[in-house]
């Protein structure tokens, strides 16, 4: 992209926040949005990663998006993840190794189920909504 | 599949032991017996961080958050929450504030988390290597309005008006610095980003640069505007490669949409960036030492004045301010200096963002609103201390800063606050100690520590720290006199007084805080010559009482220095000369025939 003006500035927010939307209301594919700080990355991030796209391999899903993210600061429960299916409350995990990310794949994907054992929450509203 | 409701038991280990269990079955139970067993889902998740209140139960999509929830509640849950779709209220959370108000309505009741997110507002939210998701969550929307609505005194007033304070420790207002560079004439004038991260234990400015790193750009973009600079310089430690890397991301990606570089988006305003790592030297946290180390000479504090907002990098009018700070700003320029001065105290608005770590359950950070107390960060946020034990104390500001007992617990945390009792708020780190650590083999560490990172100008620091280190150490052995604890103090104050940066004039600041404090466990150490944690080495011994012990063996295949012998279901014994007191063998004895005294 090139340089922007001010208005192909504005245009461009107005687009990603009509994607954004778009995902969190109607949208079809899922989200699955892993915490990849120094943090997350030391508990094991990348094994989930690694985890989560084998999966999706063998599984042949095609509607899911995994991205990387910050920090989300449960520390003592990384790796995080936050999964976001169309028609279930967005979810997040903690204590994601490779056999939970697995488990959130054939349970939260694939069967609509929560996985047991490893929701927790996020710590605060998101102020940038409001 | 079609699963309409969920409901969350919080399975944390504080809610596990009040029941949560036979919550679990007893919802279950009344699920199956009222018919919608196949309509929900029940699980049991991890700590939510509320636990005084617990045990917790969550009902989804409606975000129904239920506290101190009993089995006989379950009956009423089911049918009201589930089969009805309506909110139990003698259930749901209140807060305190709106629970004295009496008159309150159901949608307005205040969101049970104590957290306020405005500097990690997109940790965790957005891919930091992305430019689009941050644009998208209203990035760069503040340098905007900066650039075409505002004229530098504007920004200036509005940052006045929020009462933002520096959030690197010291909390010196920030229009101020910014108001005294922007008052200089100079043709060249410098924004500095102090990235230089050096307390141990704190980590909140690498999680902000890492998660958020268009926020600290846009922010030193806006204070060019303000003050009339443009270039800015973010000073980094050289560990900190995530964070270097997405920063040099995001500096690429600024530059490719024209939100840096020459004519920002046509306004006709210049800025651009500049990375220089450190090399790790604690010392160039302060100001001073920092701009000598960017100008490529050794890191070394100078005198103030002429502070850096009159005479900084390469002698040219300089702001700088810490991550923190600068992540702040755009939501100030967003929101409104009067928003932002509506959240937390009067004296110090806004938020911060603690490290908390220590013997803790749920360790992270944590951003709270000024004001809130140590008992919200420790028990209802963190969950109250590990393994149950007792709650000691805290250690806030790393080796500037100081201790905080029990007594302080309700004590508002801000600036002044803070430094009322002794501590300070420092850059952030919050280090939770139970009843196992020993207040003097603590403050040794950071004694270490100091006299590892002072640089050695100054003879207060220099030698300061060194003497008070090795009268430390002698109490630990258990060899202090009286005489030792009135000079730690004259030598404390003397730094205070003379030490040339903060670095020195704040290193006394954990000993004169624990003697204030934990005068009785000094003592104990020189009189009875006793560490009753059993921490300080010399003056633990490990022994077997003959009696107890079944010579198992465990205990010698344990110890790391094979000290201990005996043949096999023999007493053992401990060669005291060579034991090194690592404490292996009295975890290990599963007869508790080994004694610490």
């Given at each position: ?126 102020i940038v909504?409001? | ?116 997110r405005i500097v990690?507002r997109n ?15 209203e990035?760069?929307v503040a ?19 929020s009462?933002l ?50 926020s600290?750009?846009e922010a ?107 992540a702040n700003i755009p939501m100030i320029i967003l929101k409104g200096g009067?928003w932002f001065?509506?959240i ?6 806004g938020t ?246």
């Open positions: 992209m090139a340089k922007m003006t001010l208005e192909e500035l504005r245009k461009l927010r107005e687009n990603k926040k009509i994607e954004l939307d778009k995902r969190d209301t109607e949208g079809k594919s899922i989200h699955i949005i892993i915490g990849m700080g120094t943090c997350g990355i030391a508990a094991g991030a990348k094994e989930s990663l690694d985890a989560f796209l084998e999966e999706i391999d063998k599984h042949n899903i095609d509607n899911v998006t995994v991205k990387q993210t910050g920090c989300m600061g449960l520390c003592y429960v990384e790796p995080t993840v936050e999964v976001k299916v169309p028609g279930m409350p967005d979810t997040i995990y903690g204590n994601v190794d490779g056999a939970t990310a697995r488990e959130i794949i054939t349970e939260h994907v694939l069967a609509g189920k929560l996985v047991d054992k490893h929701i927790f929450d996020r710590p605060a509203k998101d909504k409001e | 599949m079609a699963v309409k409701n969920y409901i969350l038991v919080c399975g944390g280990t504080a809610c596990e032991s009040s029941k949560a269990t036979e919550i679990f079955n007893a919802l279950a139970a009344e699920a199956e017996a009222q018919g919608v067993i196949d309509d929900i889902q029940i699980v049991k998740t991890g700590c939510f961080g509320f636990c005084e209140k617990g045990p917790i139960v969550k009902i989804l999509p409606e975000e129904a958050f239920y506290v101190e929830v009993v089995p006989e509640d379950a009956k009423e849950i089911i049918s009201e929450s589930i089969v009805k779709g309506r909110m139990v209220e003698r259930l749901l959370y209140i807060d305190e504030e709106d629970k004295k108000k009496g008159d309150f309505d159901i949608e307005d009741i205040k969101f049970y988390q104590k957290q306020v990690l940790c965790g939210f957005i891919d930091p290597e992305k430019i689009d998701e941050y644009i998208a969550r990035g760069y340098l905007e309005k900066v650039l075409f609505e505002m004229n530098p005194d504007g920004v200036i007033n509005e940052l006045k008006e009462g304070r520096g959030r690197g420790g010291a909390g010196f207002p920030t229009w101020m610095k910014w108001n005294f560079t922007k008052g200089v004439k100079n043709d060249q004038k410098y924004i500095v980003c102090n990235a230089d991260e050096g307390d141990p234990g704190a980590y909140m400015d690498r999680s902000t640069l890492e998660g958020d790193p268009h600290v750009l030193m973009t806006i204070a060019g505007y303000a003050v009339g600079a443009n270039m800015g310089v973010i000073y980094i430690r050289a560990e900190y490669p995530l964070a270097i890397e997405r920063l040099e991301i995001a500096i690429k990606q600024a530059r490719e949409y024209g939100l840096l570089g020459k004519d920002i988006l046509g306004s006709g305003f210049d800025f651009d960036f500049e990375i220089r790592l450190g090399a790790g030297a604690f010392v160039c946290g302060e100001e001073t030492a920092l701009l000598r180390s960017i100008e490529g000479n050794r890191g070394m504090p100078t005198p103030k004045p002429p502070f850096p907002a009159v005479e900084g990098l390469w002698g040219k009018p300089t702001v700088i301010n810490n991550v923190e700070t600068w009067e001065r509506g937390g105290t009067e004296r110090s608005s911060k963002v603690f490290a908390l770590t220590g013997k803790i359950n749920n360790s992270g950070l944590v951003e709270v609103p000024m004001g809130t107390t140590l008992r919200e960060i420790v028990f209802d946020i963190g969950g109250g201390i590990t393994g149950g034990k007792k709650f000691k104390a805290v250690q806030t500001g790393g080796p500037s800063g100081g201790v905080l007992t029990a007594d302080f617990l309700d004590t508002p945390i801000d600036f002044d606050e803070l430094t009322a009792v002794g501590s300070m708020m420092g850059s952030g780190g919050m280090i939770v100690m139970d009843e196992d650590d020993c207040m003097i083999d603590v403050v040794k560490f950071y004694q270490e520590f100091c006299v590892d990172e002072s640089c050695g100008k100054c003879a207060p620091c220099r030698i300061g720290t060194r003497k008070l280190y090795d009268i430390l150490s002698k109490i630990s052995k258990g060899k202090g006199t009286h005489q030792d604890l009135e000079n730690m103090e004259t030598i404390g104050n003397a730094m205070k007084k003379a030490a040339l940066c903060g670095l020195g004039q704040t290193a006394p600041n954990p000993i004169l805080s624990t003697m204030k404090y934990f005068r009785n466990e000094y003592l104990e150490h020189i009189d009875d010559k006793v560490c009753k944690a059993g921490k300080c080495k010399d003056l633990v011994k490990f022994e077997i009482d003959p009696d107890k012990c079944i010579g198992c063996t465990v205990c010698a295949r344990k110890c790391p220095v094979n000290c201990i012998s005996g043949e096999r279901k023999q007493p053992h014994f401990i060669d005291q000369d060579q034991c090194v007191k690592c404490g292996e063998c009295y975890a290990a004895c599963k007869f508790g025939a080994i004694t610490k005294s």
